[in-house]
């Protein structure tokens, strides 16, 4: 590669990046101007090409997300202008697009009323409309804010990539064909729509936690824009127990982000974790959401379920101290509300920390022909750990390498693959 191509290609590298981390904004800015999802993902793809173009040419600016937004709102001016729009909403548009351009990163903030203040979460709220099925306006909220891929989705639902595709589809233009107005729902509206948000938020901060593809096993900086978003969500809404709960659970689970990348970008797992490297301040903040979930009522529900089951492990001092018979009684109750595969994965995982191996792949083994779960790569993943406890290291490598070929995430694959390498030979474990 010469000097020119290994410029372009750092340009094209630090593109990405910047895309990764401001495409949500740059949408939900342009969503409050000009009031069409669609047009506002179109014009975002612009700035990024014109990004593309430019960048290698003259270098990145010191603020690209608000060189994005400018070309984005320059080309939203141009397209206006061209099309010759008379109708006096679009002459509004196009006069509040040209008086935002000396101030590229407030917008027209001011001329919207409403108590969010927060470009994203208020296009959370839009986007969660009621004329879409709950999976679409999950589905749509999510391509649009948290960045992510319609695969990345996709992998998200356990479901095919085409779903995903057409229901994103078909949310747009049910977006449009009801003349949906983009603007914050009053309150009584907004209470209707806060299960999609919450699922939305919990859905960005998971892809962060653990990313479904690329070369890093963690996008820290989606779990931050979740964290934002949920504390901003709980100040709105101070006396609803399950978004206190999925604030707990989201700050207990990213008290581990330190501990769970090794120096080289390698996962790091539970059991292997340094807990010193756990975030003490993060931990105190999960717990005091997870009581006040609590003493709002909110014991059963599934966030607060699940911050109760990442409360166990935080207050652990070491993985022999953790209370895994709460644990394991705690997805039981989770298994019950939800009916899912993966808590019963999950459940199966905690059994055989309290109950020993045998007993743990007794509960996988039921799921091994579950249809949702054939491409899930945590399921052989699951069962080649147990298998390996067992001392049956043939099986166990089988399933570490089958495992490795269903994660699209590249730190993963290749942790699994070193798995699957370190069974060839490996001593057999002592079971009791």
Same mark, same amino acid.
């Given at each position: 590669?010469?000097?020119?191509?290994?410029h372009d290609d750092t340009i094209h590298r630090t593109i990405n990046a910047v895309w990764r981390i401001e495409s949500a904004?740059?949408?939900?800015? @342009?969503?409050?101007?000009?009031?069409? &999802?669609?047009?506002?993902?179109?014009?975002?793809?612009?700035?990024?090409?014109?990004?593309?173009?430019?960048?290698?040419?003259?270098?990145?600016?010191?603020?690209?997300?608000?060189?994005?937004?400018? %070309?984005?709102?320059?080309?939203?001016?141009?397209?206006?202008?061209?099309?010759?729009?008379?109708?006096?909403?679009?002459?509004?548009?196009?006069?509040?697009?040209?008086? *935002?351009?000396?101030?590229?990163?407030?917008?027209?903030?001011?001329?919207?009323?409403?108590?969010?203040?927060?470009?994203?979460?208020?296009?959370?709220?839009?986007?969660?409309?009621? !004329? @879409?099925?709950?999976?679409?306006?999950? *589905?749509? %909220? @999510?391509?649009?804010?948290?960045?992510?891929?319609?695969?990345?989705?996709?992998?998200?639902?356990?479901?095919?990539?085409?779903?995903?595709?057409?229901?994103?589809?078909?949310?747009?233009?049910?977006?449009?064909?009801?003349?949906?107005?983009?603007?914050?729902?009053?309150?009584?509206?907004?209470?209707?729509?806060?299960?999609? &948000?919450?699922? !939305?938020?919990?859905?960005?901060?998971?892809?962060?936690?653990?990313?479904?593809?690329?070369?890093?096993?963690? =996008?820290?900086?989606?779990?931050?824009?979740?964290?934002?978003?949920?504390?901003?969500?709980?100040?709105?809404?101070?006396?609803?127990?399950?978004?206190?709960?999925?604030?707990?659970?989201?700050?207990?689970?990213?008290?581990?982000?330190?501990? =769970?990348?090794?120096?080289?970008?390698?996962?790091? #797992?539970?059991?292997?974790?340094?807990?010193? +490297?756990?975030?003490?301040?993060?931990? $105190?903040?999960?717990?005091?959401? #997870?009581?006040?979930?609590?003493?709002?009522?909110?014991?059963?529900?599934?966030?607060?379920?699940?911050?109760?089951?990442?409360?166990?492990?935080?207050?652990?001092?070491?993985?022999?101290?953790?209370?895994?018979? $709460?644990?394991?009684?705690?997805?039981?109750?989770?298994?019950?509300?939800?009916?899912?595969? &993966? &808590?019963?994965?999950?459940?199966?995982?905690?059994?055989?920390?309290?109950?020993?191996?045998?007993?743990?792949?007794?509960?996988?083994?039921?799921? +091994?022909?579950?249809?949702?779960?054939?491409?899930?790569?945590?399921?052989?993943?699951?069962?080649?750990?147990?298998?390996?406890? @067992?001392?049956?290291?043939?099986?166990?490598?089988?399933?570490?390498?089958?495992?490795?070929?269903?994660?699209?995430?590249? =730190?993963?694959? %290749?942790?699994? $693959?070193? $798995?699957?390498?370190?069974?060839?030979?490996?001593?057999a474990p002592h079971v009791p």
């Amino acid at each position: 590669m010469n000097a020119a191509d290994h410029h372009d290609d750092t340009i094209h590298r630090t593109i990405n990046a910047v895309w990764r981390i401001e495409s949500a904004r740059l949408i939900a800015g @342009l969503v409050r101007m000009v009031r069409d &999802v669609g047009l506002a993902e179109d014009l975002a793809q612009d700035a990024l090409l014109a990004a593309l173009e430019r960048w290698p040419q003259v270098g990145v600016p010191d603020n690209p997300g608000a060189w994005l937004m400018a %070309t984005a709102k320059h080309r939203a001016i141009d397209r206006m202008r061209h099309a010759k729009l008379v109708q006096a909403k679009h002459l509004q548009i196009t006069q509040a697009l040209e008086d *935002a351009q000396e101030d590229v990163v407030a917008g027209i903030e001011a001329t919207l009323d409403d108590d969010i203040g927060d470009d994203l979460l208020r296009l959370v709220f839009i986007a969660c409309h009621p !004329v @879409l099925s709950t999976d679409a306006q999950v *589905a749509l %909220t @999510l391509r649009l804010l948290g960045g992510l891929t319609t695969d990345e989705i996709a992998r998200a639902f356990l479901q095919p990539e085409a779903t995903i595709a057409q229901r994103i589809v078909r949310a747009k233009r049910s977006l449009e064909k009801a003349r949906a107005p983009f603007e914050v729902p009053g309150r009584e509206e907004r209470a209707a729509r806060l299960a999609s &948000v919450l699922g !939305v938020i919990y859905l960005i901060f998971n892809e962060g936690y653990s990313a479904t593809s690329g070369d890093h096993w963690m =996008r820290p900086q989606l779990c931050e824009e979740a964290l934002r978003l949920g504390r901003v969500l709980a100040g709105l809404a101070p006396d609803d127990a399950e978004v206190h709960g999925l604030l707990a659970l989201m700050e207990l689970q990213a008290s581990r982000t330190h501990a =769970r990348i090794g120096p080289r970008g390698e996962p790091v #797992l539970l059991p292997d974790q340094d807990r010193a +490297r756990w975030d003490q301040l993060l931990i $105190r903040r999960g717990l005091a959401a #997870l009581a006040r979930a609590e003493r709002l009522g909110g014991a059963g529900g599934s966030y607060a379920l699940q911050a109760a089951i990442a409360a166990c492990h935080a207050r652990a001092l070491t993985l022999a101290d953790t209370d895994w018979a $709460r644990i394991v009684a705690l997805y039981g109750a989770l298994a019950q509300l939800s009916q899912s595969p &993966v &808590v019963e994965l999950n459940r199966a995982v905690a059994t055989a920390m309290l109950s020993g191996p045998a007993a743990g792949l007794a509960l996988v083994d039921r799921l +091994r022909f579950e249809p949702t779960l054939q491409g899930y790569h945590l399921l052989p993943s699951v069962r080649g750990d147990l298998l390996a406890k @067992l001392g049956r290291m043939d099986e166990a490598r089988l399933e570490f390498e089958r495992a490795a070929t269903l994660t699209r995430n590249e =730190r993963e694959r %290749t942790f699994l $693959r070193d $798995r699957a390498s370190a069974c060839d030979g490996a001593p057999a474990p002592h079971v009791p």
